[in-house]
Structures are given as structure tokens and as C-alpha cells.
């Protein structure tokens, strides 16, 4: 993984994932060489100092693409309203949810990942699904019709602190293999719990239903061939649902823990240097809706894959990085050790190979192919 600031995990990974989001190192470069000597002092400051200049940098991209929109240059300037919504979300990712700031980067997000994708014509429909008292925002990207019936079509859920909107760039391969994409904020993450205070829970299978109860609900991509894939804690979001929803028909998990409780003891009690976030505490109560460690950590009780992934029946994948240092590399094993589905596939990036990192954030298309060529194998769309 590109390591630009010395002992600053958090902002490695967010740097790592954005030039991959972007497509160039140039732009960006001028937010980091702003912040540089920052990392490692006060986190406050850092952290203030980091959201000043991403914030600048998106601001920045999105006049430009005004001004190109202006000239009538619609395709060019929905590629910097995609690089100014990239930028907008770092800013929202090192900030904390209590910061009135948080909020503002977020909308700018929407607003240009909205134009970038309406702009470019590039067939992404963004709907709402509705879940208990608000709704769950995803984008729906629709491979083409097979002899007059929709494509199989495959349901990403968010992780810890991931949002849909940086899961786009690298995802678009699906389509390109006949596999239709459902990238959901479940609730917990994203704009389901910025907009409508939508919390994680346990029993992911309850949200996944209505998900699933959408996609049933219209003619165009209703299909009985239904995957799921969950990155990072979304290693147990999706099994979990797997287990007790059976018209999901493969699950892949990006990322996978076994016994989820000694992780977030971990990250969430000592905010080890590993920590994703620099608030990672903080971002866990907000996302899960407890209101400090102890309760939290009572609240989750034995949650985890225990008990749970032997249930799963439908063909499952496991992808997993050799040198991951938030979820070693163990629990995944363990899980694929525990899976009694005849159909089970464990995939661990090594280093000769690369994306050794936590969900190949050192190289997420890596993930992004393999997954969605088993995919495609499983649902027999070709590749």
C-alpha cells in the first residue's frame, strides 16, 4: 500500500483507495503536500487541516466542471464532478459526526457524484429504497437483458465506514461480465444513516429482505438469481443474511471475520494504530447507535459467524488479503474452515500476487475482478 504519510494509517488509506477513485496522482497530490506535515502531531489539527484541503480541492474540481458544463462540455465536466465528489468524501471521512462540517462535505458529495453520473450518461439510477422510518440509498447499475429476462443481479453492502459512492468506481466491472449491480448505504453507513438516521444491526437479513423485495418489485431487474457481497464488516452483514435468506443465491464475503467482538474490542477500545478512521470510536457508536464502548460492546453480545455460516447453503466466497492488518487473516480461514456449503471458495491475496491489504485497499480491483468473475460463474453469464 502506498504508505505517503509516515505512521498514519488512516490517512494511507484514504490516500491509497483515492487514487484509484480518481484516476491520477497529480490532483490530488497538492492536498497531501498541504497536509504532510500534519500527520503524526495534534490529531485535532491534523484532522481539521486534512478536511480544510480536500474540501479546497473539491470546491475546486466542481467550478472547473461548472465552467466546462457552461461551455456545453457536459462528458468533461461530469469527470471532474466525479474527481470533486471523490475529494468531498475524504473531507467527510476524517471528520467527526458531531462536526456540522461532516454533513456539509456529504452533500457536496451527492450533489457532484450525482452530476458526474448524469452528466457521463452512464446509465447508474439512483433510488431509495424504503426501510423502516426512512431509506436506504443505492445505485443500480443494469446489465443488459438476457433472451428478453433481466440479468442475474448482485446486491454490495457497505462495511464499517465505507459509503456507495467510493465502492462505484471500482464495481463498474460487473456489468461488463452480464451481471447487474445494487451498491447499497444499508443502514449504518452512507446516506441511510447521514439522511435518515438509519443504524447497523444484527439482523442484517431484515434490511436484505427489503432490498430484495425491491428488486422482486420491478419488472425490469426482477430475477431469481440474486448474489450479495459485503466488504470489510460487511464480511458479516452478508453471510449473516445469507444464512437466513434464501433467495439469495451466492455470497461473497469481501473481507471476512469470524468472531466479530475481539475486533471491536480492539479497535474500538484501544483505537489501535490501525484504526480505519481517526475517530474510530466515535464512528462505531454513531454507526450502531450505542451510546459509549460498554454498552456497545454488551449490545453485540457473541455477534459473529459462530453458529451462523454453517446455515449458509448457497455457494459462498472468501476474499481476504495475506497482510491484512485490521482482520487478520486467520478468520477468514476460520470461516471458510467452518462453511459446510459443498460450494465454498477461499481467495488469499498474497504478496507476489498484491492487494495484501485490508480488502485490497492497496489495489481493490483485484477484489473487484475476482469477485465478479465468480459471480459470473455462478450465475453462468460468461465472462
Known amino acids: 500500500m502506498l504508505h505517503y504519510f509516515k505512521d498514519n494509517y488512516a490517512w494511507n488509506m484514504a490516500v491509497a483507495t483515492l ?28 484532522n481539521d487541516g486534512w478536511y480544510d484541503a480536500f474540501f479546497a480541492l473539491g470546491d475546486r474540481l466542481e467550478s472547473l466542471a461548472d465552467r466546462d458544463l457552461a461551455e456545453g462540455n457536459e462528458r468533461t465536466a461530469a469527470r471532474k464532478y466525479h474527481r470533486a465528489a471523490m ?24 450533489s457532484n457524484f450525482r452530476k458526474g453520473r448524469d452528466y457521463g450518461r452512464e446509465g447508474v439510477e439512483f433510488i431509495d429504497i424504503p426501510y423502516k422510518s426512512g431509506f436506504m440509498p443505492s445505485l443500480l447499475v443494469k446489465a443488459p437483458d438476457v433472451d428478453g429476462k433481466p440479468a442475474p443481479i448482485v446486491i454490495h453492502l457497505q462495511g464499517f465506514d465505507s459509503v456507495k459512492e467510493t465502492q462505484w468506481p471500482v464495481l463498474q466491472t460487473y456489468k461488463a461480465r452480464g451481471v447487474s449491480l445494487l451498491i447499497v448505504d444499508q443502514g449504518g453507513s452512507g446516506g441511510a444513516l447521514r439522511l435518515h438516521g438509519l443504524t447497523a444491526e444484527i439482523e442484517t437479513e431484515k434490511y436484505v429482505g427489503k432490498i430484495i423485495d425491491y428488486i422482486l418489485s420491478r419488472s425490469d431487474i426482477a430475477t431469481d438469481e440474486i448474489g450479495l457481497c459485503g466488504i470489510s464488516m460487511g464480511g458479516y452483514f452478508a453471510p449473516r443474511a445469507a444464512a437466513y435468506e434464501p433467495r439469495i443465491k451466492a455470497c461473497a464475503l469481501w473481507g471476512s471475520f469470524h468472531y466479530t467482538p475481539k475486533n471491536y474490542e ?9 484504526a480505519s478512521l481517526p475517530d474510530a470510536v466515535g464512528h462505531g457508536l454513531w454507526s450502531w447507535g450505542y451510546p459509549d464502548v460498554k454498552t456497545f460492546l454488551a449490545g453485540l453480545g457473541g455477534i459473529g459467524l459462530k453458529g451462523i455460516i454453517e446455515k449458509v447453503t448457497c455457494p459462498l466466497y ?66
Open 266 to 274: 480492539k479497535d474500538l477500545a484501544s483505537e489501535e494504530e490501525t
Open 318 to 383: 472468501i476474499v481476504h488479503g495475506e497482510h491484512d492488518r485490521q482482520i487478520d487473516v486467520k478468520e477468514a480461514r476460520d470461516v471458510y474452515d467452518a462453511a459446510t456449503t459443498p460450494h465454498k471458495k477461499l481467495k488469499i491475496f498474497t504478496a507476489e500476487e498484491g492487494g495484501v491489504e485490508h480488502c485490497q485497499i492497496d489495489n481493490r480491483s483485484y477484489a473487484a475482478d475476482t469477485l465478479a468473475d465468480w459471480f459470473a460463474g455462478v450465475f453462468n453469464t460468461g465472462k
Open 87 to 110: 475529494y468531498f468524501t475524504r473531507a467527510d471521512r476524517m471528520t467527526s459526526h458531531n462536526d456540522e462540517r461532516k454533513m456539509r462535505a456529504y452533500l457536496r458529495v451527492m
Open 19 to 46: 487514487v484509484e477513485d480518481v484516476g491520477t496522482l497529480a490532483e490530488p497530490f497538492t492536498a497531501f503536500s498541504a497536509v504532510e506535515h500534519l500527520s503524526g502531531g495534534d490529531v485535532k489539527t491534523a
